[in-house]
């Protein structure tokens, strides 16, 4: 069974991070109650959440925490290993991170745009499509108000016509009825003189009797013997001196006849005019219902036409442009604001690609970079010094490196033409002025650093006691626990020896002690 524990400070929060095997075991707890912050979580995400708390990649955590010989020279990195390995230790992989949030982000928007783009197409084709469908309506509701108003005026006409048609109808009927008054009055007037003429009438009538029955007389005179007043035998005498009585006296109804003539001429006249007058009132009466006749027939086209007016104003065209206005007010209220979006989501990208540039490789990296490189070149340069090694690293801001000897003249030494100590030395004060850059720069410390077989490749003894006697200064000045960890028992002196054997199929862990000075 093996179990570690350490204890990490972030801020005003206290973690306890618990490891172990057989059984395996990985637990965080955060603060004085030291609860565990999720026991169920899977193995990596309860790494992610330890490199959270650290603020951290895994990889530089390793390269400052601990130190081995498996570990690549930042010499024989490649240019983009190296520049990542400074970007993580001067924090600034943040702006790298942030410059692929924001790369991110603007292929995102870009996307958006496209497909809010495409969205504005269909809005401005559906808006085309209802404002057309809009005038269409708005002219078939035009033509047929037109229409409508058209047919009303044709029909009010129509009314007009027939009411002043009417009208003069009433006229001719109110004339005929005047007429028919005075008519009325001259048929009474005209059988009252008829009535003063009737006599002659009479008198004619008798005459014409008397008159008649005298040349009856005459005629039976004529032709008979016997005598038609006394009836005794008609001689010659006797007849003419009748003959004679009855014409004399049938001259005497002529006179009387020439003496009524006149009268009775003014009689029949008098009759005829009031005939004349019955007739031409009987003309004009039957006129007169014409007339009525007429203007029935013109009240009922009037009230036809009136009916047909109410309905035709009545009558509505079912199209409701009302709906159409507040679809298409939506459309375009929703291509306007997708239009908005569009252009904050350009005015984003602009901005976002504005801040590409700044968080690119020649911008805040550069600045930075430009600044920080001579701080970390200073604190190599400072072990190089104080191991006693008189050679100069410079790292470039293009992660080129310079190394130069300073015994006599000043010469560029190539990295693999140092013997392995040398080498070995340069390493060790890289690797060190990286942890006080991570310090320095990141507000990051550790009071634990682990070295792995870093001096099991034949390192000679006067590099070694070099290295060693520096990190004794650092667990002293520093308050730093180094754990070495070797394969070989080098002649040095440290602090706690600790030293595990084989024996049979056991381990056993040998300490030794040793007062330092």
Known sequence: ELETESLIT????????????????????????????????????????????????????KSVVGLSSKNQSFFTMKLPDKRKMLEDLFGLEKFAELSTEVKTEITSLTTDIKVMDNSVSIYRKNVESLVSKIDDMERIKREDSEAKEKELNSLRNEIEVLTNEAKTVMAKRKELEADQEVLKKDIEDGIAKVKEYLHYE??????????????????VLENTDVCPTCFTELGSEHKEKHKKEFIEKICEINKRFDAIDEGFDILKKKRKSVEDLKAMYLRQKTEIETKNLELKGYSSQVARLKGSISLKQASKLEINVDVLRS?????????????????????????????????SDKGVKTFFMDNLLPVLNSKINSYLESFEFPVRVTINPDMSTVIETLEGRVRERPYGLFSGGERKMIDVSVWLAFIDSVKLFMNWN????????????????????????KLRDMTKVENTHISIISH???????????????????SVLEETYNSMV
């Open 327 to 359: 679809e298409l007010s939506g459309l375009e209220g929703a291509c306007r604001a997708t239009e908005t979006d569009i252009i904050g989501k350009q005015e984003t990208i602009e901005i976002d690609k504005v801040l590409v540039g700044i968080l």
């Open 446 to 469: 550790c009071n634990v650093l682990f070295i792995d077989e870093l001096f099991d490749d034949g390192t000679d003894l006067e590099t070694l006691e070099k290295i060693l006697y």
């Open 10 to 61: 972030s801020g005003s929060d206290r973690y306890r991070i618990v490891r172990g095997m057989k059984p395996n075991k990985f637990e965080i707890y955060k603060n004085d109650n030291f609860e565990p912050i999720n026991s169920e979580a899977t193995k990596s995400l309860m790494q992610g959440v330890l490199l959270e708390i650290i603020m951290m990649n895994s990889k530089m955590f």
């Open 488 to 506: 070989k028992n080098p002649d040095v002196k440290f602090d706690i020896k600790r030293c595990a054997r084989k024996i049979c199929r056991f």
């Open 202 to 219: 009479k008198d004619y009538a008798d005459i014409s009797i008397e008159k008649g029955i005298l040349q009856d007389k005459l005629e």
